[in-house]
């Protein structure tokens, strides 16, 4: 005889569930700084994370004020001219079928809130350099990670640390953006950051209080239904 299974909400469920929905990637903030006690308490919910072996891969490097500046003259810079220094590829163009519909359908919506038509070549890298203006953020978060061969394991931890880092913001009342735009400079992040070579970069995040005007946050992406992503076995 099979057990028969248990349906238990706990008092935390619907609260876990709001946090989960309104968390959402955020293209515009306040330039209001985010204090050191709220930087630091959303630090330690980030590294309740899970990692292979407990391994705990990441080494976090925060930029704010004038050293952020800095770092954002010299992406533009850097993008202006097309000086790439990244540490892993991001192979958009093999993106195929239902992954590259969602990932055009992002681009139209994101351009479609500034107004920016497809044609509009220049108006869509202004809206793309944004990611190099952090979007206004007064901060950002790096977790830099080791290499250890494929890294592809590291990598899967830096995404875990980077989801609990995001929603420990929204718990938070903030907001943030993960950005493997910032990944394509990791280079050049190292050097105005002087971080050695050995430790690699995927994304940043910029994160800090949402500007509720900006074009950026006017939309809300959706998800597909699980009949699409999960198939059930017994
Ligand atoms: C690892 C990672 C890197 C991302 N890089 C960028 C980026 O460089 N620029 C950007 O505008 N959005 C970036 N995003 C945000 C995604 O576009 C966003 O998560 C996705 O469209 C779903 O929207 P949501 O986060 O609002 O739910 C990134 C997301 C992830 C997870």
């Avoid at 700084?33 to 309740?48: C, G, H, K, R, Y």
């Avoid at 890298?125 to 950002?140: G, M, S, W």
């Avoid at 875990?160 to 718990?171: I, K, R, W």
Wanted: aromatic share 12%; with cysteine; proline share 6%.
């Amino acid at each position: 005889m099979e057990k028969e299974a248990l349906e238990q909400i706990s008092p935390s469920t619907p609260i876990f569930k709001e946090i989960l929905r309104s968390r959402r990637s955020s293209r515009g903030f306040l330039d209001t700084p985010v204090s050191q006690n709220i930087i630091t308490s959303v630090l330690e919910d980030a590294t309740w994370a899970p990692s292979n072996c407990n391994t705990q891969p990441w080494q976090t490097h925060i930029v704010s004020g004038n050293k952020l500046k800095e770092l954002s003259q010299a992406l533009i810079q850097d993008n202006n001219a097309e000086r790439f220094s990244p540490d892993f590829s991001f192979d958009v163009q093999e993106y195929h079928g239902r992954y590259q519909e969602r990932y055009h359908h992002l681009a139209r919506t994101n351009y479609g809130a500034y107004g920016i038509k497809r044609e509009d070549r220049q108006g869509r890298k202004e809206v793309a350099d944004l990611n190099y203006k952090f979007f206004n953020a007064p901060h950002i978060a790096i977790p830099f990670m080791p290499s250890f061969g494929d890294n592809v394991r590291v990598g899967g931890d830096i995404g875990m640390y980077g989801q609990t880092f995001l929603l420990s913001l929204t718990a938070h009342g903030l907001a943030g953006i993960p950005q493997t735009a910032l990944g394509f400079f990791a280079g050049r992040i190292r050097e105005i950051l002087d971080i050695p070579n050995e430790l690699k970069m995927l994304f940043g995040i910029s994160f800090g209080y949402a500007d509720p005007n900006a074009p950026g946050n006017s939309f809300k992406l959706g998800r597909d239904p699980i009949s699409s992503n999960v198939i059930f076995h017994q």
